[in-house]
């Protein structure tokens, strides 16, 4: 398998664009979340689905992230109008559904986004 | 409010020595603990994980600690070799299963130096 794949790699764009961020998860994984690396707050979660399902959105910073996942194999990340406090690195990560304590979540590389 | 925390920033060690990376917490409801590792223009991968249930986990070179009392955990790598030198995740979660999210540590740089 490919593992996750994030596209852009890279970003940059100006204040009050508009942002979209994709992800492909690893086929079959029913998990998937999205995080913000910042030096300040570290990996942060801003929110996962199941089933392509939002469970928990509670980290969507404001009302300007909306995530979705219209099929298994596809989740965006939005931000519109975009800030240069959005400046950080995005990850995606999937994981399979299981009942065991050691099933862990796989990364994908992560897109740089600058704001200027 | 962090509710994992990783206070040392960064860690320059010679290689060859011990690294100890250090993770607090103060969600009592964790009850499992891993350690991811990231290289640079590279997405985190996992490195090791523990139970509440043991105090220790053992894997070649890593072995990770549990204190459950103190709320606090730590990595160790013996020895440290360069390609040890990565930003180290400590995350931690409720219950078990892939779905559970994880709470992550800001990270700790680690430099190993020849």
């Known amino acids: 398998d490919a593992g996750v794949i994030q596209s852009p790699r890279h970003e940059v764009t100006e204040m009050g664009q508009e942002v979209t961020l994709r992800c492909k998860p690893i086929s079959g994984h029913d998990y998937l979340f999205w995080y913000r690396q910042t030096m300040m707050r570290g990996l942060e979660l801003l929110i996962y689905f199941n089933n392509n399902v939002p469970i928990d959105d509670s980290g969507m910073p404001e009302d300007r992230f909306s995530a979705k996942m219209p099929n298994a194999s596809f989740s965006t990340l939005k931000i519109q109008p975009s800030e240069p406090r959005d400046s950080a690195v995005y990850f995606c990560?999937?994981?399979?559904?299981?009942?065991?304590?050691?099933?862990?979540?796989?990364f994908g590389p992560g897109t740089r986004l600058t704001v200027l | 409010d962090q509710q994992v925390k990783q206070n040392s920033p960064s860690l320059s060690v010679q290689e060859g020595r011990i690294s100890i990376l250090n993770c607090d917490y103060t969600?009592?409801?964790?009850?499992?603990f891993l350690w991811y590792k990231k290289y640079p223009a590279e997405g985190p991968t996992f490195l090791i994980s523990i139970s509440s249930i043991k105090d220790k986990n053992e894997d070649g070179r890593f072995t990770v600690f549990l204190n459950k009392s103190a709320k606090h955990l730590s990595l160790h790598i013996v020895p440290s070799q360069p390609g040890d030198s990565a930003v180290y995740f400590c995350a931690a979660k409720v219950g078990a299963g892939g779905g559970n999210k994880l709470t992550f540590g800001t990270g700790t740089q680690l430099k190993v130096e020849l």
């Open positions: 990560a999937s994981s399979p559904w299981t009942r065991l304590y050691t099933d862990t979540q796989y």
């Open positions: 969600n009592s409801m964790f009850d499992y």
